[in-house]
């Protein structure tokens, strides 16, 4: 499966993003989705994961309540709808697929395909 990842921009704290992920594949519906984050000088982290078929989200708490993750398996896409953001929010955000379930959602060793990135940041 490859990713394109996109929607990345600047915004001002208290803003929202939409971040897309275009898969290319048959297999694409079959995969779990997940976004990751790393801001620069720390270690990429867990953002949101959402299932194969869409019935089960997973959210790192620190962006629960904020962001949303869905996916559109007619168009092979996945959103991230992230809102209130704020300054540390900041990062590069990847897109990730893989064979992931409910306990292996949270590391990104378990992804088998990734996208190349793109740059959020939020002002405060």
């Known amino acids: 499966v490859q990713l394109q990842a996109s929607g990345g921009g600047s915004v001002q704290a208290g803003g929202s993003l939409r971040l897309s992920c275009v898969g290319s594949?048959?297999?694409?519906?079959?995969?779990?989705m997940g976004w990751f984050r790393q801001a620069p000088e720390k270690e990429r982290e867990f953002v949101a994961a959402?299932?194969?078929?869409?019935?089960?989200?997973y959210y790192a708490d620190s962006v629960k309540g904020r962001f949303t993750i869905s996916r559109d398996s007619a168009k092979n896409t996945v959103y991230l709808q992230m809102n209130s953001l704020k300054p540390e929010d900041t990062a590069i955000y990847y897109c990730?697929?893989?064979?992931?379930?409910?306990?292996?959602?949270?590391?990104?060793?378990?992804?088998?395909?990734w996208g190349q990135g793109t740059q959020v940041t939020v002002s405060s």
């Open positions: 594949g048959r297999a694409f519906s079959s995969y779990a």
């Open positions: 990730a697929a893989g064979l992931i379930d409910s306990r292996t959602y949270f590391y990104a060793n378990y992804y088998n395909s």
């Open positions: 959402i299932t194969w078929s869409g019935g089960s989200t």
